[in-house]
């Protein structure tokens, strides 16, 4: 197996021949790729949220499917279902579309709140229960979800259960001239550069990188300084809902994970701090005053980033 740095560098390679100039943004998401996290993809329509995450799924070597998200799609489509064999008389179980290692839930908040929440148990603990039967999801098991901004039309918003769910959200925001110019250029031939992309990693070398963040050391103090900071949301008066243990665990993970990617065997306060908006702002809920102010939760984890002591050591 190559080393931790080189796998990623193949895969953020292979990817940014398809996705131009977020090389940020793909980095973020080969991050929860090895920390065994699902991602969100939120940004306006048209600026290559989905094929962001096709891309990601091309270049693993893993089973893949794709769900479109619409008002009309039922939780047995996602989950799947048991029916009567009429032949032999026994159930048998049809599997919904989230059997796959990489799902990609395009549009998600374009469903119904019931067809959302079939996706809980799946996020959290990879597997499923269908008429009190459990199915174990494969692995490695990550879904990337894509969703426009809530207010635009036709949109559901999702369940704070559900967002806690997601390791961190990626914003794509539109290219600049030159680099429009340049996506322009390669999808200008009849055949498009994702239709072109090949796997560069295995099932397996994912599992080994997920396994090598598990064991870089974290010291107790940084250990403090992640509860600290999820302690602080917990109390703040322009929040509504602060950080729960679960997202504590998912900086703490992330935070691990850069330190692969930077060639350490350990966690800085950097780590953590590189980490936190990506993995936090989604999951805070902002009192209605402090919006109507135009308070922001970017503004208010920065705050609270900058007002935690960071240790020394380490």
């Known amino acids: 197996m190559l080393q931790p740095r ?15 100039g977020k090389e940020d943004a793909i980095e973020l998401a080969l991050i929860a790729l090895i920390c065994r ?6 940004d306006v329509p048209g600026v290559g949220k989905t094929t962001m995450a096709s891309a990601l799924a091309r270049s ?18 996602v989950t799947g279902f048991t029916l ?13 579309a989230v059997m796959s290692q990489i799902v990609l839930a395009d549009e998600i908040n374009r469903t119904s709140p019931k067809t959302q929440s079939a996706l809980l148990e799946v996020m959290e ?22 969703q426009n901004p809530g207010e635009f039309v036709g949109t559901y918003p999702l369940p704070e259960a559900q967002v806690d769910r997601f390791l961190l959200r990626i914003s794509m925001g539109y290219p600049t001239i030159e680099q429009e110019m340049d996506v322009l250029e390669r999808y200008s031939s009849p055949r498009t550069p994702l239709s072109s992309l090949t796997p560069v990693c295995s099932a397996s070398d ?19 300084y992640v509860a600290t900071i999820a302690s602080r949301t917990r109390g703040h008066n322009a929040l509504q809902l602060g950080l729960s243990t679960r997202a504590s665990i998912a900086l703490l993970h992330a935070a691990q994970a850069v330190a692969i990617l930077d060639g350490r065997d350990y966690v ?7 980490m936190l908006l990506p993995v936090s702002c989604h ?32």
Not at 268 to 274: A, C, K, S, Y
Not at 297 to 314: C, D, F, G, H, K
């Open 60 to 77: 693993l070597d893993c089973s893949f499917r794709r769900i479109q998200f619409t008002p009309d799609l039922m939780p047995s489509d």
């Open 84 to 96: 009567v064999n009429f032949h032999t008389g026994q159930m048998e179980f049809r599997e919904g």
């Open 268 to 274: 800085l306060p950097e780590d953590v701090q590189h």
């Open 125 to 146: 603990e990879h597997q499923v229960t269908v008429d009190g039967v459990t199915h174990p999801l494969p692995q490695p098991f990550m879904v990337l979800a894509t």
């Open 206 to 224: 994912v599992l080994s990188l997920q396994e090598m963040v598990t064991q870089v050391y974290c010291s107790a103090e940084v250990r403090s």
């Open 6 to 20: 080189q796998l990623i560098a193949m895969l953020e390679d292979n990817v940014s021949r398809v996705i131009v």
């Open 37 to 42: 996290g699902h991602v969100l993809i939120e």
């Open 283 to 314: 999951r805070l809920v902002l009192h209605p005053e402090a919006r109507m102010k135009g308070v922001t939760a970017e503004r208010v984890m920065t705050s609270i980033m900058n007002s935690v002591t960071v240790p020394l050591r380490v």
